[in-house]
């Protein structure tokens, strides 16, 4: 670690307060680099979270240059740097200070990865998952997957960025025409409720916790992970999007964000419910309408699937639900993510099954 930077870890006491002062002098940055999100991504690893390397690179005037979110997770019984051990809940990359000049900023990401080898060195892992946050990206001068210059394999898709500075009018045309239909049919039909740090209420949340598991039809993730919602909730990183209909709720949706960016997280609808219009474009539309009312710049609707690719392979429910999230308009953007192996028997395994499995899909679709 070169002399000109220092790494602040978890261990130290000032962690926090860096993390927080990099958040809020910068203007890059995107929901998932919160603190809280953060204890979310680990308490929903459960048992296959083993340590929590995230760190800080400061300056020598003790100015936060870069914050990295870092997990060390034993998936499947092996050692990785990842959230999960899955690509779609992959760790962001280390995210560089924007106030800071070109050069300084090319050297401090440098010293970043660099140090993230060290650790990898040390921790004896087999791979790193990284992907680069799009709502971070569209800030930056550099559209490309820099990740491919620290030696990681290029295992990009898309993703669907919604710009929420255009007019409602904008907004409104770039909508399928479907949709507009069914929002004019949903909006007579349903009462839309939000709640935020405004009006938090407690047994709404539990409601939507309640329909998430009559959902999924079992216990998915730990009831610690909700409660942390809640407190992102109360703490305004978060927004909860609720579908009535005579006064039953028959879906809620979970959003993410900060003062720039917002995020379509999670949804959870009743499965025993007849409806007699459905209500997903309704429920995006009112979050879109929501989010551009409080001045926000953009909101991603999350992955966007065409077909197998050598590290993705959608079914056709992921397929579908990529078309619908094109519905809502917007842009089609890079979702750049990159893999690095460190266990090369294990690197020659997942390549050739993952070209493997992508022959067979190419094959059956011809």
């Not at 479907?178 to 047994?203: C, H, Q, R, W």
Request: glycine letters at 4%; aromatic letters at 14%.
């Amino acid at each position: 670690m070169s002399s000109t930077y220092k790494i602040i870890t978890r261990e130290d006491s000032h962690f926090a307060d860096q993390w927080n002062r990099f958040l809020q002098e910068n203007t890059n940055t995107s929901p998932f680099y919160s603190l809280i999100w953060m204890d979310y991504q680990r308490h929903y690893s459960e048992d296959r979270f083993i340590k929590d390397l995230s760190f800080i690179l400061v300056g020598q005037d003790q100015t936060p240059l870069c914050i990295c979110p870092l997990y060390l997770e034993n998936y499947q019984g092996i050692l990785r740097f990842a959230y999960r051990g899955e690509f779609l809940e992959s760790l962001r990359t280390p995210l560089i200070n924007n106030r800071i000049q070109r050069k300084v900023a090319k050297s401090v990401e440098e010293e970043a990865f660099a140090y993230i080898e060290q650790l990898a060195a040390h921790h004896q892992i087999a791979k790193i998952n990284f992907l680069i946050d799009p709502l971070c990206a569209v800030y930056e001068d550099e559209n490309f997957n820099y990740l491919t210059r620290y030696g990681y394999i290029d295992a990009s898709i898309s993703s669907q960025l919604i710009h929420l500075t255009k007019s409602r009018e904008d907004l409104w045309m770039e909508l399928r025409k479907s949709y507009k239909a069914l929002i004019n049919k949903g909006e007579k039909t349903y009462e839309v409720v939000i709640m935020d740090s405004k009006n938090p209420d407690f047994e709404f949340h539990e409601t939507y916790r309640k329909l998430h598991f009559k959902a999924a039809g079992r216990v998915t993730r730990p009831l610690e992970t909700f409660n942390l919602q809640f407190e992102m909730l109360k703490r305004d990183e978060s927004m909860l999007l609720g579908v009535k209909h005579n006064d039953q709720f028959v879906s809620c949706s979970y959003f993410v964000h900060n003062s720039r960016s917002a995020y379509y997280s999670s949804e959870a609808d009743d499965p025993d419910v007849q409806v007699p219009v459905t209500y997903g474009p309704l429920s995006q539309w009112s979050a879109i309408e929501y989010y551009k009312n409080r001045g926000l710049e953009y909101m991603e609707l999350d992955n966007q699937q065409f077909g197998p690719q050598v590290f993705d392979h959608p079914s056709n429910k992921d397929l579908s639900i990529s078309m619908f999230k094109r519905g809502f308009g917007g842009k089609t953007i890079p979702l750049f993510r990159g893999i690095k192996y460190y266990d090369k028997q294990l690197m020659e395994k997942e390549l050739t099954e993952n070209m493997n499995q992508l022959i067979q899909e190419l094959k059956h679709d011809q």
